[in-house]
């Protein structure tokens, strides 16, 4: 009984044994091997196509970003007043019609109007009645029949009624000379109609003191950007500027800081800056909301990039740096800034270092698969 034993655990020994030399020889000769993964390497035809940066540096700028709105050149803005009580007639434009200098733009039906008109035809008739008078006493003193003081006297009176009817023209000429009791209202530059204050049969008095229309080019604009007290500190004169609109998200308007009212508006507590942009196109449309990025150099440099270059992933900044002949590296880099299409840096690159600087994030993914 023992023997028989003794040999069954003998037999369990000898298998125990081929098991374990048997995972020993399996360790030691893996059947699969684990290939070296191999190095991406761009494609000459995405070479050519991709756009390469050198790392520099740059001085470092100080950005303030504004609230403001677009506001008309009130340098080139004319408001147009009544010179005449009256009642409106025939409004022809309405707000930002296009006008041209000279061009009418309502009539206002007078009595001042119809007065002027009287007056000139009283004016003409006093004045060639005196003059008959005139010559009736140059004749009579030639004659014998009439003495100089006579012919003096004449003569004033015919001096006088010249200098009325000058008179009475010169008032209905600024009036626009309408001899129908009319006065016809006329843009005196040309440019859009950015007020109108009237409407068809309304009655105005020309004491009222509030403009019927405001003309603008509206080839030049005004920015006006609002500072609160923290910030007036990091505002100066002649600052670059970077102006976008909800209209144009793409597109970025540069300008200067041209003029620092330097009072503070008593209903929202801000200063005012102003800044003037060319709008040949029309582009920029008064009352838009704009947001204005104030530019202040710093006595710093710091190393920088383009924007376009930079990538961000799992929470942390990387570029690809470029050995050459398709080859590039996927570094981590620390940003200190972003301006617009600059990112300022604080490590991970040096100056001189080249980078790819067009479709990173495609190179970036290939990289990582």
């Known amino acids: 009984m023992n023997h028989s034993v003794f040999l069954k655990s003998g037999k369990y020994l000898v298998v125990l044994f081929f098991i374990n030399v048997g995972l020993l020889s399996c360790k030691s000769h893996p059947e699969n091997v684990i290939a070296e993964k191999e190095k991406y390497i761009i494609p000459d035809s995405l070479q050519k196509s991709m756009r390469i940066d050198t790392v520099s540096k740059c001085p470092l700028l100080n950005a303030l970003t504004l609230t403001g709105s677009v506001d008309f050149d009130q340098d080139h803005q004319v408001n147009i007043y009544p010179l005449v009580s009256g009642n409106i007639q025939d409004v022809k434009v309405q707000i930002g019609d296009y006008v041209t200098a000279g061009q009418t733009l309502a009539i206002i039906k007078s009595s001042e109007m119809a007065g002027y008109s009287n007056n000139l035809i009283v004016a003409e008739t006093n004045l060639t009645a005196t003059k008959k008078q005139l010559d009736a006493a140059k004749d009579l003193f030639a ?140 582009s920029l449309k008064p009352q838009m909301f704009t947001s204005v990025t104030v530019l ?74």
């Open 143 to 282: 004659s014998g029949l009439s003495s100089q003081l006579e012919v003096t006297a004449a003569q004033a009176n015919y001096d006088q009624a010249v200098a009325q009817l000058q008179l009475v023209k010169r008032v209905l000429k600024i009036n626009g000379n309408n001899t129908q009791g009319d006065y016809v209202v006329k843009a005196p530059i040309s440019g859009f109609i950015v007020q109108k204050n009237i409407t068809n049969n309304t009655a105005i008095r020309a004491d009222n003191g509030n403009s019927i229309f405001a003309i603008s080019d509206l080839k030049n604009v005004w920015i006006q950007a609002n500072v609160y007290e923290s910030n007036i500190g990091n505002v100066h004169l002649g600052d670059e500027v970077n102006i976008t609109t909800l209209s144009y998200p793409g597109k970025i308007f540069k300008g200067k800081v041209d003029k620092i009212l330097n009072v503070l508006d008593p209903t929202n507590k801000v200063m005012k800056v102003r800044i003037v942009l060319p709008n040949t196109d029309y």
């Open 296 to 369: 202040s150099k710093e006595n710093q440099q710091a190393i920088c990039i383009p924007s376009s270059a930079l990538i961000f992933d799992h929470s942390q900044y990387y570029v690809l740096k470029y050995q050459g002949k398709g080859v590039a590296d996927i570094t981590p880099v620390q940003v200190l800034s972003t301006l617009g299409d600059k990112t300022y840096l604080l490590g991970g690159v040096k100056e001189g270092d080249i980078i790819i600087a067009s479709q990173a994030i495609l190179f970036y993914d290939a990289l990582n698969n």
